[in-house]
């Protein structure tokens, strides 16, 4: 799967983080990154109320995201060089200063950037993805790649040596599919109630809650 790099300018109002955060679940749906939606979504909501109490209402900023190997790496820049973000030993009663606390409690790493005339206030969180433009390991997933497995142990020539080529590996889902129909026929079973349901299933699994965060130390 191609993970493009995108960014987008905006202004940092209170009234604009809901709109972001809207975006950020939308992208990372296409991504196939659901997993982290949860996560993404409150540390760019945190950089970006970081710009608007430091920094102040209305500035200029942009918001890039991209990915760094298997890591999604969330960058807010703005024109301010001199407010630099920290991280406080805030506690819970304080109104202030815990912004950065949660970033650093859900990301595996964080930073700041300062360039000649902006600073990039980053954070990078674990996707459990196996390679930078590979999947999620989920459990559906896993279950799905030891069926294919087991077809290509039965058949070596037609999967031939190593890892299944991915149009092989359609070939064999497919057939997989269609047999799996064919018995659910073959049973009186009501085909297309079954493929909605299959396909409800999968959407509610897409946009379920993250489980838990995984979280190493920062660098």
């Given at each position: 799967?191609s ?23 939308l ?12 996560a993404a ?9 970081n ?14 995201v ?11 820049h ?19 200063g ?122």
């Amino acid at each position: 799967m191609s993970r493009k790099p995108w960014d987008l300018d905006f202004t940092a109002e209170p009234e604009e983080v809901g709109a972001l955060r809207r975006l950020m679940r939308l992208h990372l749906g296409v991504w196939g990154l659901q997993e982290v939606t949860d996560a993404a979504q409150l540390c760019l909501s945190e950089l970006v109320s970081n710009i608007i109490t430091h920094v102040g209402a209305g500035t200029p900023a942009t918001l890039a995201v991209s990915m760094n190997g298997v890591h999604l790496r969330i960058e807010v820049h703005d024109p301010d060089t001199r407010a630099l973000p920290t991280l406080l030993d805030a506690n819970v009663e304080s109104e202030s200063g815990r912004g950065m606390a949660l970033i650093d409690a859900v990301a595996a790493r964080w930073g700041v950037q300062l360039r000649l005339d902006r600073k990039v206030t980053w954070c990078e969180l674990a996707t459990g993805l196996t390679s930078p433009n590979g999947h999620v390991e989920g459990l559906g997933v896993l279950r799905a790649e030891a069926m294919l497995e087991l077809c290509a142990a039965k058949s070596p020539r037609l999967f031939g040596a190593g890892r299944l080529g991915r149009a092989v590996a359609e070939e064999a889902v497919i057939t997989a599919i269609t047999d799996f129909l064919h018995w659910l026929r073959a049973h009186g079973c009501d085909v297309e109630d079954v493929l909605d349901r299959a396909q409800s299933r999968h959407d509610a699994e897409l946009s379920g809650p993250v489980d838990g965060l995984s979280r190493r130390p920062s660098a």
